[in-house]
């Protein structure tokens, strides 16, 4: 079993900053990546960053210049630095890790509770 851990969303004014973070625990073999992920309401779950073991980075357009996501395979936490917030950046964050468990090879992929990030004035 795997377990995400969210933390660090609220409520912030527009052009103001929030970091997220998401620590990982359970049994499992590896974590091949981790990422965040975000679903607004009546809307589908979108990509915002991935990072992968071996610190490959992939961002959505939305977020390119204003999001940095980072990570940790110690302690099996990631981050997601977001400034410049945006009215439109208002969505449940969830942080995502795609998992290697000690059954066997095939990557599963599991998902946090989602953290409310809510940009408004």
């Known amino acids: 079993q795997v377990q995400l851990v969210e933390s660090g969303g609220g409520l912030v004014q527009p052009g103001g900053s929030l970091r997220l973070s998401c620590a990982a625990s359970g049994s499992f073999f590896s974590i091949n990546a981790m990422g965040w992920y975000r679903q607004a309401p009546g809307k589908e779950r979108e990509l915002v960053a991935t990072i992968s073991s071996g610190d490959s980075i992939n961002y959505a357009d939305s977020g390119k210049g204003r999001f940095a996501i980072s990570r940790d395979n110690v302690k099996k936490t990631v981050w997601l630095q977001m400034n410049s917030l945006k009215p439109e950046d208002t969505a449940v964050y969830y942080c995502?890790?795609?998992?290697?468990?000690?059954?066997?090879?095939?990557?599963?992929?599991?998902w946090g509770q989602g953290t409310q990030v809510t940009v408004s004035s």
């Open positions: 995502n890790a795609k998992v290697v468990r000690d059954s066997g090879p095939r990557v599963y992929s599991y």
